[in-house]
């Protein structure tokens, strides 16, 4: 028996090669290789064949020592590797050929059984699967830590007012807490969509083998079970067509790299001169190579300009798979490259965020004069008026004059007299300027969901009470 870490030149060879007369060109290797991509499904492949070859033992395919010297060797690899004992061979032609390789030259023949009743059809979709499943809850938490991070810095806002836009221009008062409760909400519907997509990951594609299933007596439903998995695929054909996991995976990721995206635009406006809502930390931020004075929001906009990267990724996908036939294609080996790609991108943007927003600053005083101008109570006088029995249409035609008059002495609604008020409606007394102030428009607003300082701390409360949920399974 050879060496630990070393991979003898037969055992070496090609999984497929007993076909051919002639090994493949060197450059025809390099190209067709994929272990540079799926080196980090090692473990996964190695718990996968641990899973397989105690199937193969239960069903008398194997012998139970061959089982326990293979599953001793699989053990010893994934040790070797950890430790750095063991380095991954790159002229392998993927992680399969690898771990099966270094097996048999460890434990000998029964080390050539561990392919039993399986093709790397099957196998590769497994490790897909075993990978995303330990992946994704490794997302999840980061998105856990980032609306916690969000929840907290809006508990110390609900009073912290800031104008909200429509089409980029002030539109009604919000607070800051409020805003950063919408990002929030975005990421728990990222979570929750992630944790919907482990159902139809989390099902066992093993033992379909190439593309009909197998002759041998393979009991699917045990190995499934030995690894975890909540099922098994209903049909082999499907089975190994089939990317859509890895698909739905980088769509949900598209979905949160572009709530990331929409963010980090508002913070790179926010962090502007002209804005002057937000001042990241110096830790967060870069400067100019020409220009002393500059801070600029790098990180911010990196996120947003990754997205483009993440996108690419799922349409890679997508278009690698729009016209593939039934069953297993090659081109279906270019599916790791884009899915770890955005898996990698997501993550980091994620925990980049997380970072900078929990160090930023954010000047109140800056905000709520910028709730001043535009006429961000408009709304609120229309709504006054309704209160008094006037038809919402008419009290919307009343307050945009009131809007005209101000616009024309160049003054905000609040400072209009009542002589002026009364021009535009004898329904309006004195009691008006009580209603308009910035603080009053937002706290009329109790609907649910609203920035009225009671519901968005039903909003945070919620938001908390979704991790403790979470956590407490």
Not at 165 to 186: I, R, Y
Not at 288 to 299: G, L, R
Not at 391 to 408: C, L, M, Y
């Amino acid at each position: 028996m050879a060496t630990h870490g070393t991979i003898t030149k037969d055992n070496h060879a090609a999984l497929w090669h007993g076909r051919f007369a002639e090994g493949p060109d060197a450059q025809a290797v390099e190209f067709e290789t994929s272990i540079y991509v799926d080196e980090r499904m090692a473990f996964d492949d190695i718990l996968g064949s641990k899973a397989h070859v105690t199937m193969l033992a239960k069903a008398g395919l194997i012998s139970e020592e061959e089982k326990n010297a293979i599953i001793g060797g699989l053990d010893s690899i994934k040790n070797d590797l950890e430790s750095g004992a063991l380095k991954i061979d790159y002229s392998a032609e993927d992680i399969h050929s690898f771990v099966e390789a270094t097996l048999t030259d460890r434990v000998g023949e029964a080390g050539k059984k561990v392919h039993t009743g399986r093709s790397r059809n099957d196998q590769i979709a497994l490790d897909e699967r075993l990978y995303l499943r330990r992946f994704i809850p490794e997302l999840q938490n980061a998105l856990l830590t980032l609306i916690d991070a969000l929840s907290k810095i809006a508990a110390q806002n609900t009073k912290t007012y800031m104008p909200g836009f429509t089409h980029m221009q002030h539109a009604q008062p919000v607070t800051l807490a409020h805003h950063l409760c919408a990002w929030a909400w975005m990421l728990v519907r990222d979570w929750q969509r992630l944790e919907d997509s482990l159902k139809r990951i989390n099902i066992s594609p093993i033992g379909a083998c190439a593309l009909a299933g197998s002759g041998l007596p393979l009991n699917r439903e045990y190995e499934a079970s030995l690894m975890g998995f909540d099922g098994i695929t209903q049909n082999s054909l499907d089975t190994v067509s089939d990317r859509d996991y890895c698909i739905e995976t980088a769509s949900n990721l598209s979905l949160i790299q572009m709530h990331l995206s929409r963010a980090c635009e508002e913070i790179v406006l926010w962090s502007t001169t002209e804005f002057g809502f937000i001042d990241l930390s110096e830790k967060w931020s870069t400067g100019s190579s020409i220009m002393p004075q500059k801070k600029n929001p790098d990180f911010a906009e990196l996120i947003r300009g990754r997205t483009g990267k993440v996108y690419g990724d799922l349409f890679a996908l997508m278009t690698m798979m729009k016209a593939l036939p039934l069953a297993y294609d090659r081109d279906m080996q270019e599916d790791k490259e884009p899915l770890f790609d955005s898996c990698d991108t997501v993550l980091s943007c994620i925990k980049v965020f997380t970072q900078m927003i929990a160090t930023a600053k954010w000047n109140k005083e800056k905000m709520e004069a910028a709730c001043s101008g535009g006429y961000l109570n408009a709304t609120d006088v229309a709504d006054y008026l309704v209160r008094k029995g006037m038809p919402f249409r008419t009290a919307h035609g009343v307050s945009a004059k009131a809007v005209r008059i101000a616009i024309e002495r160049g003054c905000e609604l609040e400072e209009l007299s009542m002589d002026e008020w009364k021009s535009c409606s004898e329904l309006i007394g004195d009691d008006i300027y009580s209603v308009i102030s910035v603080s009053a428009c937002v706290e009329a607003r109790k609907t649910s969901g609203g920035p009225a300082e009671e519901k968005v701390n039903e909003q945070i409360e919620a938001l908390n009470q979704f991790a403790k949920n979470i956590k407490k399974d």
